[in-house]
Each structure stands twice: as structure tokens, then as C-alpha cells.
């Protein structure tokens, strides 16, 4: 799925924009080489005719058109599937993670649905050395991505090592979670994260369904609050209104894990999320300024493209 993305994005660039094959290379971050591995592969399957196939190009300009109106640096948009709608976009998002790691990479990991079936599907499939870094507590929301994802391993295979930060996702004061936070082997790794060459993190709507209410960490009367406070979606459990601003909220001081706007100051912020239900959680996040990637399905970003916040 990603390799075909990858040769309409090659083909565009170089028949429609007019860029070299070195600087399409460098833009999309592969070698040269396979820049003229897909064009040729463009022509064999017919892709290249007298203009692009109308098809491809529309999914192309729809990714275009994403990046340009929320200043980011890259878009992949999946075919929309209801049935198993996140699982296509995680195995989206382990292919074009795999695609663009080196050898010992460091990659940041949040929590959530379709990113634990992310970690799942890029660590069966990884052939690279490469470490896993989480950006929070709650060890039992990664280990089990991590623990189904090395089953599928061959023996043979590289497992990445695994940085898990040794505490709750949320706990009870702000005063144990200050205390958490003094510790050693918390700090190095909340250290780490901001040394990863890339972050993975979902985006939650305000609802039941949200990792933090789903599992119990909060209870209904944080949920009621959050959304009289104008809350409309979530990263890392911090939950953000219709603009994109933190909510102030005695839950996010409960929480151990790096903060949104420290996120926020990466470059290489990976939101991987799609469902109309979540298309308003998913704008505000964008203009947030909280991705710099995104990799949804077709019907999310043509509504993605044509909201208005109200």
C-alpha cells in the first residue's frame, strides 16, 4: 500500500512539479536510486501515460492539498475501509516508518488503538536495528503491542530494544506524580524522547472510547469536565479545544509522560488517525500545531479539507 503511494508521490513530483530525480530523493528521503527504480516501475504498470491516471492524481492532490493547508511536511492518505478502518492505517504507518528509518534509530511511541497496531505490524515486519522510546506511563498499553508483535517474529529476526518509562500512565496528586517524575530512570528516559528522530502518537476524540476512559484510568466526572471545558480531542491523555489549546485541567498533572507542547517542538511528529467521528479531535490537533505528519484515510481528509471550526 505504502510502495504504491510512494511511486504516485515520485510521479508526480518529477512529471508534474518538475523536480530532479536527486532532489525527489532527498524531499522524500530515499536514495536516488529507487526514485528511478519507481519511474521505471510507473511506466511498466502504465502509470505514465500522456498524463497522470486520473485516479492516482486525485489521491496525490489530496495529500497535497492537506499539506499545504496545515503547514505539513508530509501526508499519506489510506483508501477508506469502515471494516478495519485503523488496521489500514497502522500498516500504512509501519510501511512509511520503515521506509524512512536508518539502522539505530530512535522512534518515540505513544498509546492507543491504532498505534499499538502500528508498533505491532513495524515490529513483525522491521529489518533494522532500531529503539522504541515511550513518551509516557502506563507500561500494560505497550507491552502488549510489543509482546504481540514480537510473537509474529521469526527467530532470527531483530527485535528493537524497548525504552518503557517505569510508572502509571495517571496517577493519584500531582504531588506523586511530581515525585515520579524526580526519578532517575524516569528522567532518562522522558531525556531520550527528546533525542528520537521521530514521535508516533494517536489522536483521541472526547468520548467513552478514549483510551483514558476506556480502560478506566479516568472516571465519567473528568469526561463531563473535559467536555464543559470545551475539550475536543487528546494526545498523550492531554486534552486540547476547538483551537488547539491545552485545556487547564487538574488530570493533565496527574499524568507522567513528556508534555504537548514539549512534543511540539519536534519536527517529526507522526499522528496516525482516521474516522469521521474523529475529524474535529484531528483539525484541532493540526492547527495545534502538535503534527508535522499524517497518515488518515481518504474520507477523513476530504473532511479534514473541508471543515470549518465553529
Not at 532527498?26 to 516501475?41: D, E
Amino acid at each position: 500500500m505504502y510502495e504504491s503511494n510512494l511511486i504516485y508521490k515520485v510521479t508526480w513530483f518529477y512529471y508534474e512539479n518538475n523536480m530532479t530525480q536527486q532532489e525527489i530523493a532527498q524531499h522524500l528521503g530515499i536514495s536516488r536510486m529507487k526514485v528511478v527504480k519507481l519511474l521505471n516501475q510507473a511506466k511498466q504498470e502504465g502509470l505514465i501515460k500522456f498524463k497522470m491516471d486520473p485516479e492516482a492524481k486525485s489521491n496525490i492532490q489530496l495529500e497535497q492539498e492537506l499539506i499545504k493547508k496545515f503547514g505539513l511536511k508530509d501526508v499519506f492518505v489510506v483508501p477508506s475501509s469502515p471494516e478495519n478502518l485503523n488496521d489500514n492505517i497502522a500498516k500504512a504507518a509501519a510501511q512509511y516508518i520503515e521506509d524512512k528509518v536508518d539502522e539505530n534509530t530512535f522512534i518515540n511511541i505513544g498509546y492507543g488503538d491504532t498505534v499499538s497496531k502500528t508498533l505491532n505490524h513495524l515490529i513483525y515486519s522491521i529489518e533494522k536495528e532500531i529503539s522504541l522510546v515511550t513518551l509516557s506511563g502506563g507500561v500494560s498499553y505497550y507491552t502488549s503491542a510489543i509482546v504481540s508483535g514480537t510473537k509474529k517474529k521469526s527467530s532470527n529476526s531483530i527485535t528493537p530494544n524497548i525504552h518503557i518509562i517505569p510508572s502509571p500512565l495517571l496517577v493519584s496528586s500531582e504531588e506523586v506524580a511530581n515525585t515520579f517524575l524526580q526519578e532517575k530512570s524516569i528522567q532518562n528516559i522522558l531525556n531520550m524522547t527528546t533525542l528520537s528522530s521521530m514521535s508516533i502518537v494517536g489522536i483521541g476524540s472526547v468520548s467513552d472510547n478514549a483510551t483514558i476512559f476506556k480502560y478506566g484510568i479516568a472516571n465519567n466526572e473528568d469526561l463531563t469536565l473535559l467536555k464543559m471545558q470545551g475539550a475536543v480531542g487528546d494526545i498523550l491523555s492531554q486534552f486540547y479545544d476547538k483551537n488547539g489549546n491545552i485545556l487547564e485541567s487538574d488530570l493533565h498533572n496527574k499524568l507522567i509522560g513528556i508534555k504537548l507542547d514539549k512534543l511540539k517542538e519536534s519536527n517529526q511528529t507522526i499522528g496516525v488517525a482516521g474516522g469521521i467521528h474523529k475529524v474535529q479531535a484531528i483539525y484541532s490537533a493540526l492547527i495545534g500545531g502538535y503534527l508535522n505528519i499524517l497518515i488518515t484515510d481518504e474520507d477523513t481528509a476530504t473532511e479534514l479539507l473541508k471543515f470549518k471550526n465553529s
